[in-house]
């Protein structure tokens, strides 16, 4: 079991720059890839980044490529979510989440583990 906490969400300009972290807590941090997905009102949730169990891979929806950077402190079991040029389409609530294994999946449902959520607002 882990659990994961969110932190770092809030209001900012277009072009602004934000950072996500998440925390988790429980055992054997360094077993779980982990992933950031997000879900905007009215749509369905989606991938934006994940990182794999030793941070050696890390994936990326396109629309974020270049501008969002994923990573991980083992030592601190944390993640975090680094986002820069944000623009109102960033606009969503922003969860961490955490699956057994090595490899990054896209798919929600590979992911048992979920944090609650921080709000990102990227005004126009």
């Known amino acids: 079991q882990v659990q994961l906490v969110e932190s770092g969400g809030g209001l900012v300009q277009a072009g602004g720059s934000l950072r996500l972290s998440c925390v988790a807590s429980g055992r054997a941090f360094t077993s779980y890839s982990m992933g950031w997905f997000r879900q905007a009102p009215g749509t369905e949730r989606e991938f934006v980044a994940g990182?794999?169990?030793?941070?050696?891979?890390?994936y990326y929806l396109d629309s974020v490529k270049g501008r969002f950077t994923i990573s991980r402190d083992n030592a601190k079991k944390t993640v975090y979510l680094q986002m820069n040029i944000l623009n109102p389409e960033d606009t969503a609530v922003y969860y961490c989440?955490?699956?057994?294994?090595?490899?990054?999946?896209?798919?929600?449902?590979?992911?048992?583990?979920w944090g609650q959520g921080t709000q990102v607002t990227v005004s126009s």
């Open positions: 990182i794999s169990w030793s941070g050696s891979s890390a």
């Open positions: 989440a955490a699956r057994p294994g090595t490899f990054v999946k896209r798919i929600i449902n590979e992911y048992p583990f």
